[in-house]
């Protein structure tokens, strides 16, 4: 038997969909065969008390995505597609000015970039492109204890189209079992290391000796960790549990076509933009939580004290800092790295904060700001000759830009923390800062600590005993 409150809920919830029909059919109805110019109407009604993830996770239609933010505690799942700018560029500029002059308030464009879009993108990332933001054409949002269901038209382009839209609005699935748990996720069966230990050795070493020839001051080398399963992997379950095991993060999932999906938990904030004042952050420098308050506190005095990271950490300050300055008309800077603290990890951060100029774009912005060199180095065109040369896979959106853009505001993190679900492998990014001090050894058990994260949710400790070496 149902409980009273379950059936009321399964009812509200299937009344959404149904009051959302209503209002796309007169939306519809109403803009037949005029040939106005064109425009985003962006519809919403309440729907409960929808989890998000549940909801996306029941969903049949295609692409998903799901984004939740660091601090507001607004979370919203995403399918199909009502528009999309994408292309093959290195950043999305004219075509997407063109499209956000059409939004109404509310509506967002979600999307991302290659961590390096000039560099052709291998097999497994090809279905993500270069750089592509989705206008979603139906949107679970939750803030705080409240649902909404939303759909997101083009006008007088979707008048056509009432039939169509109505019937995937009918084909919006309420999950059932809710509140239910699912089962625990697979046990991976496989582990490949991208390099491997030797590699990575080289690899370090390289980027040392560039340091002493005077080529550079820093890059950020990373691994991939594949991970098989013996089954295909789920990924908003993935997400799910990834979520849980990382408050005060950046959730992040996208999946373009049907099996694959890239998802991740990133602390670090790339900007965000409230009309024309801009907020960043330099995070670079870590060390792991202790086990007890005494070894989480040593920790922490460790990361405060150390040179190496503290220099690491700064050339990312530094850098930001000029990369803003040139967009800005007011730029305040901390000049003093703090600590940020995560569920499993710490870092050095330094808040940014500013006033663009007029004229001045979202992608112009990315443009300016990615990569840093928390994830791509100093200088940067000789950090990214590096990457290309030394790194044995393409990042794809690792360590890109991920986030929203809308008509008063934006939002990106970068994409790290951050993993590829292709089927029954996972692959796992993660890189490390190197500077002069780096050792091999050290920066491998670093980049362990990272990946962490995902690996605990699957039931892999890792050897704490290397996370403090
Ligand atoms: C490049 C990554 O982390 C960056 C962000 C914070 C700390 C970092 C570090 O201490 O090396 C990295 O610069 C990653 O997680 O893949
Ligand atoms: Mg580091």
Known sequence: MLSRDYAGAIFERTDARRALAEEVGRVLEGNAGLTAEERIVRLEVPAGDLDPLRWLGSQVMRPRSFWSGREDGTAVAAVGVADVVEGDGTAPDASLRERLALLSSGARYYGGLRFDPERGADEEWGAFGAHRFVLPRFELLRRGDEATLACNLVLPRDAERAGELLDELEGLTVPEGWPGSDGPLPTPVSRVDRPDRAGWGENVRSAL???????????????????????????VSLMETLREATPGCFHFLVEPEDGAAFLGASPERLFRREGRGISSEAVAGTRPRGASEVDDAELREELLGSAKDQAEHSIVRVSIEESLGALCRELK??????????????HLVSRIRGILREGVSDADVLAALHPTPAVGGYPKGEAIGEIRALEPFDRGWYAGPIGWIGADGAEFAVGIRSGLVRGGRLSLYSGAGIVVGSTPDGEWAEIEQKISDFTRVFGLDPEERDARA
């Not at 800077?333 to 710490?346: I, P, Q, T």
């Open 209 to 235: 000796e560039a340091f002493e020839a005077g080529r550079m001051d820093k890059v950020v080398l990373a691994r991939r960790v594949d991970l098989g399963f013996g089954e295909d992997l789920d990924a």
């Open 333 to 346: 800077v901390e000049d003093r790295a703090s600590e940020m603290k995560l569920a499993r990890g710490r």
